[in-house]
């Protein structure tokens, strides 16, 4: 049981440049997230799921798009990347909008 | 939307002293709260949850209470030690099918020696 993994660790980008980030889990959670982590701005809500073929936008989702065509994966995407999107990327699932929320190890990005 | 406020941004404490933590929330119908522990180049990792139906939870060195009148509600870390030292984020959400956790801003906590 590996719990919630991201793909890849560490990327480094030129602006301009697109990318695809994979989230996997193996728990059959219902819900997905992924977040972005800045200094002194804690965690921020990009887009999120609520079950197979479906996406909402979060808190900051400009510049990102999310697929979700299998219910264990959460794929964020970033078409034309910005240095403003040099970040730590974070995935979170749950099984229900009231269970407990489990992170990946997250995903540094450098966009130069 | 909702709106969670975090308080102290950072916090300083010997070995041995305790440690609050401080969060107001600002929707009325969120009804979990949980928190989560950050340590340096690491995920978050939740480490003790409370809903709206219980006033207190602890789980050995910690606690979190609820007030849900005043709409705030607080981790408890007593005989601090340095493995605690981490950054403490709390959060807030409703059930329901647009779900999702509102983070506060964290709080770096040190624990000296």
């Known amino acids: 049981n590996a719990g919630v993994t991201q793909t890849p660790k560490f990327r480094v980008l030129k602006t301009g440049q697109s990318m695809t980030l994979l989230c996997a889990q193996d728990m059959n959670h219902e819900y997905m997230y992924w977040y972005r982590q800045d200094p002194g701005m804690g965690l921020r809500l990009i887009h999120y799921s609520v079950g197979e073929g479906t996406t909402a936008k979060g808190e900051v989702p400009d510049g990102y798009n999310v697929s979700r065509l299998k219910k264990q994966n959460f794929l964020l995407g970033l078409e034309s990347a910005a240095p403003s999107q040099t970040s730590v990327y974070f995935c979170a699932s749950r099984w229900t909008s009231a269970g407990s929320q489990y992170f990946g190890p997250g995903t540094r990005l450098l966009v130069l | 939307g909702e709106n969670v406020e975090q308080h102290p941004s950072t916090l300083s404490v010997q070995e041995g002293d305790s440690a609050v933590i401080k969060c107001t929330y600002s929707?009325?119908?969120?009804?979990?709260f949980p928190w989560y522990k950050q340590e340096l180049g690491k995920r978050p990792q939740l480490i003790i949850d409370?809903?709206?139906?219980?006033g207190e939870k602890k789980d050995q060195r910690i606690a979190v209470t609820l007030n849900k009148t005043a709409k705030h509600f607080s981790l408890h870390i007593t005989e601090t030690q340095p493995e605690d030292s981490a950054v403490y984020f709390c959060?807030?959400?409703?059930?329901?099918?647009?779900?999702?956790?509102?983070f506060g801003t964290g709080t770096r906590l040190q624990v000296t020696l």
């Open positions: 409370i809903r709206s139906n219980v």
């Open positions: 959060a807030a959400s409703r059930t329901g099918t647009a779900s999702k956790l509102t």
């Open positions: 929707d009325s119908a969120s009804n979990y």
